[in-house]
């Protein structure tokens, strides 16, 4: 061994380049060359890498999964080895790999791989009745019938009653969600199931329909009312959270997604997320988020056996260390607090109590990432207020990064705050342009409540760190991180050619690529790690048809992604498809 270090000290002195130029003269191969040698080099590229002293590149030599070296052609061929792949990339533009910082990916395909009776909103109550026929043909002996997602305009207050399904389903138990996953409604043997009675309190944050003249409850249950019936549900197996998963994870990869913070993430995930680590199959960087006053949509959940458990699971790819609490609702539906009210009077409220505001406090106290959905003002208003008491308590903490997701609505003087509390502004902008539900929005908050909105750049502006979260599923299509880049830098209909008016202040484009990396790596506190593409990072990196920079702004979406390279590997190849 001593031998070797003796021989090898100065060539390393000599520097790489020199050790090339003597290569072809030295009889045996050379050791210093193995060592350094590439696994897999990506060259004649345009490379933005999101690093503000090198902004561009050409090429970049990975190995074990990280940057060994990011500059010009030139410089990175000095890492050419042997064994090391060479692809060319022929001037195509690349850069970081996008980080979707709130994303549920879960849920797109779980009612599916489970089995469960789905049908489009807009079936008719017809429609509706052949396809349980049909289901209940099929699955004979289904315990249980759980299915989506009716139309609310199919009844006249938007409320589905049991006798209605009773008709289609009276031999067991059947519940059947409304189109907004808000609402739901079960029959007759459901109710005995959930031991839902006229004498059953009304829950907080939530309703039980109740008929006026007998108070017998119809069946509609609105919010967490669902809880008693969901909990009688058992959860899907492993299996199906996997299936669920990895088609999710395999649409994020072609988007070219290579780290992303799950925003409600349940025990069978966190199994999940181990089993394909250890496997090698798990391309992302994941942080996620324990879903601590909500039921994770899918059924109750109780944080508190995987809150004790949850650092077990920490691995290089799996990081446990958010905690998700549903600060509130949707301005839109006005279940957010608003500071000013909405236009047809009340504030709205949150759904968040002093008991949460004190565990938040001790969760960041221990270290823990608290992440808050909070979509009105008066909200966001609140929980920086815990997060000032956070500051206060444990001055240690200041450098840990805390979050709150949305922020439809933040007033001018609580945006100063996120820069000084150190707290991420995690926005879902995808929908961020004129359309009727933003003109219905409007209309619920008044014209005035409307010069808050959605304040990205007066955020960037302030000096907050800023993130980008696509949501997907919750009422959004998909999770292209593409189409939400462009809506960030024109804030316009990226499917009506942009004639229309920008709907907010548009940001630039280095700042949207920028929160939309380096913005989410900050905010899953790995900015040491992911985000940018500089030498001893992991080396995750999406390769697109076209350069960013050179064309117009309206055309970003019909961008493609040709590579989505995760820790040096190529796992999504547009050729390939
Ligand atoms: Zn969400």
Redesign the pocket.
């Known amino acids: 061994m001593k031998k070797h270090i003796v021989t090898l000290a100065p060539l390393l002195a000599l520097g790489v380049a020199a050790v090339l130029a003597q290569k072809a003269t030295r009889a045996t191969p050379d050791v210093t060359l193995a060592k350094g040698a590439a696994d897999i080099v990506f060259t004649n590229g345009r490379i933005y890498t999101v690093s503000k002293t090198h902004p561009f590149a050409e090429a970049v030599a990975v190995r074990d999964g990280r940057f060994l070296e990011v500059g010009s052609a030139k410089e990175v061929a000095a890492f050419v080895g042997e064994r090391t792949r060479v692809v060319d990339l022929g001037g195509a533009f690349a850069m970081p790999g996008f980080i979707d910082d ?1 994303v ?1 990916p879960a849920q797109p395909y779980l009612q599916q791989e489970g089995g469960a009776l789905l049908f489009p909103e807009s079936y008719d109550k017809k429609q509706i009745a052949e396809a349980v026929a049909a289901y209940l043909n099929k699955h004979p002996n289904a315990p249980i019938i759980v299915g989506e997602k009716w139309a609310m305009g199919l009844f006249p207050n938007g409320r589905a009653t049991k006798d209605w399904l009773d008709s289609m389903v009276s031999d067991r138990p059947a519940v059947l969600r409304d189109e907004t996953r808000h609402g739901a409604v079960v029959n007759t043997a459901m109710l005995k199931l959930a031991g839902i009675t006229r004498d059953t309190p009304q829950p907080r944050n939530g309703f039980i329909d109740k008929d006026p003249r007998t108070g017998e409850p119809t069946g509609y249950l609105a919010e967490t009312a669902q809880q008693a019936v969901f909990s009688k549900i058992p959860m899907y197996p492993d299996e199906v959270w996997e299936r669920a998963l990895r088609r999710a994870m395999q649409q994020l990869t072609a988007w070219g997604v290579t780290a992303y913070t799950d ?2 993430t349940n025990a069978p995930q966190f199994r999940v997320y181990r089993k394909m680590e250890r496997a090698g199959s798990l391309n992302f960087h994941v942080s996620g988020s324990i879903p601590m006053n909500d039921w994770a949509k899918d059924r109750v959940i109780d944080p508190e056996p995987i809150v004790a458990t949850a650092d077990e699971y920490r691995s290089p790819l799996f990081d446990p260390v958010g905690r998700k609490w549903w600060g509130d609702g949707t301005p839109l539906s006005k279940t957010s607090l608003m500071v000013a009210g909405y236009a047809d009077g009340g504030h709205g409220a949150m759904s968040v109590d002093q008991a949460d505001f004190d565990r938040m406090v001790a969760e960041a106290g221990r270290g823990a990432l608290v992440r808050v ?1 909070a979509g009105g003002d008066g909200t966001g208003r609140a929980i920086l207020d815990v997060f000032e008491e956070v500051r206060k308590l444990r001055p240690e903490s200041a450098s840990q990064p805390q979050h709150i ?1 949305h922020n439809f609505f933040l007033r001018d003087e609580d945006i100063t705050r996120f820069r000084r509390l150190n707290v991420v502004a995690n926005f879902s902008p995808v929908i961020y342009y004129r359309s009727p539900s933003m003109s219905l929005l409007e209309q619920v908050v008044g014209a005035e409540n409307m010069k808050y909105f959605a304040n990205i750049k007066k955020t960037i502006d302030g000096g907050a760190h800023v993130s980008i979260g696509s ?1 997907w599923p ?1 009422g959004v299509v998909d999770a292209n991180p593409l189409r939400m880049l462009q809506v960030l830098v024109t804030r316009k209909n990226p499917y009506e050619k942009n004639t229309d008016e920008p709907l907010g202040d548009p940001i630039s484009l280095e700042d949207a690529i920028r929160v939309m990396t380096l913005g989410g790596a900050y905010s899953m506190r790995k900015e040491s790690e992911v985000g940018s593409i500089e030498r001893g990072k992991a080396a995750d990196m999406v390769v697109l048809d076209r350069n960013l920079f050179e064309i117009d702004p309206g055309s970003i979406i019909d961008t493609r992604v040709v590579y989505t390279v995760f820790a040096g590997r190529i796992v999504h190849d547009a050729r390939a498809r």
Request: proline share 0%.
């Open positions: 709130h549920h925003a409600s959905h997701a949501d919750t």
